[in-house]
T-cell receptor, first 115, second 119 residues
Framework: AQKITQTQPGMFVQEKEAVTLDCTYD???????LFWYKQPSSGEMIFLIY????DQQNATEGRYSLNFQKARKSANLVISASQLGDSAMYFC????????????WGAGTKLIIKP | ETGVTQSPTHLIKTRGQQVTLRCSSQ?????VSWYQQALGQGPQFIFQ???????GRGNFPPRFSGLQFPNYSSELNVNALELDDSALYLC??????????????????FGQGTRLTVV
């Protein structure tokens, strides 16, 4: 069965510091995609970054980077130089071919940036 | 903004009633999926429609049903509402390559959600 695990229910980080949000995944399918989304209190899911299972390099998008360790089945999100506006819920999600391309989600991490 | 619009944004229903939630997809997108997000949890997949046909369904009972229209907008219908149906309902639209119904790196664009409260 496919599963996403986010073990950090909440995190407090000082503004301008880097933060790492943990995500581990479980699937037996060799082809999968990993996503990170941000959900502010308004509710909308905002796409941050994508990593494919066959990608050789770690994905980066501006201040966001994904630390992809395939052997450990982890896909941690790194946010550099955190900002107050980064305070939100963060979700790791996975898509595999076996599951009709649905997104399988973790429970999320609530990130609070302190000024 | 993603261009995906959901209506209404909030509503309150009584147990046993029926509800219809609506989603207007981003222009040009042919795939829509619906998710239920209970308070404090990650979203759960309800179903997905590709070119007006359901092509995937999660572990939800038949009283959860949907439609996708020729303009690719979509509805989620829930009959015989239960208290546990109280949640944020998210609609996501995406563009799937012809004949596939989706690929791994398809980015899903989400609406702001409909918060349903069943009392």
């Amino acid at each position: 069965a496919q599963k996403i695990t986010q073990t950090q229910p909440g995190m407090f980080v000082q503004e301008k510091e880097a933060v790492t949000l943990d995500c581990t995944y479980d699937t037996s399918d060799p082809s999968y995609g990993l996503f990170w989304y941000k959900q502010p209190s308004s509710g909308e899911m905002i796409f941050l970054i994508y990593q494919g299972s066959y990608d050789q390099q770690n994905a980066t998008e501006g201040r966001y980077s994904l630390n992809f360790q395939k052997a450990r089945k982890s896909a941690n999100l790194v946010i550099s130089a955190s900002q107050l506006g980064d305070s939100a819920m963060y979700f790791c999600a996975m898509r595999v071919m076996d599951s009709n391309y649905q997104l399988i989600w973790g429970a999320g991490t609530k990130l609070i940036i302190k000024p | 903004e993603t261009g995906v619009t959901q209506s209404p944004t909030h509503l309150i229903k009584t147990r046993g009633q029926q509800v219809t939630l609506r989603c207007s997809s981003q222009s040009g997108h042919n795939t829509v999926s619906w998710y239920q997000q209970a308070l404090g949890q990650g979203p759960q997949f309800i179903f997905q429609y590709y070119r007006e046909e359901e092509n995937g369904r999660g572990n939800f009972p038949p009283r959860f049903s949907g439609l996708q229209f020729p303009n690719y907008s979509s509805e989620l219908n829930v009959n015989a509402l239960e208290l546990d149906d109280s949640a944020l309902y998210l609609c996501a639209s995406s563009l799937s390559p012809s004949g596939t119904g989706g690929i791994l790196n398809t980015e899903a664009f989400f609406g702001q959600g409909t918060r349903l409260t069943v009392v």
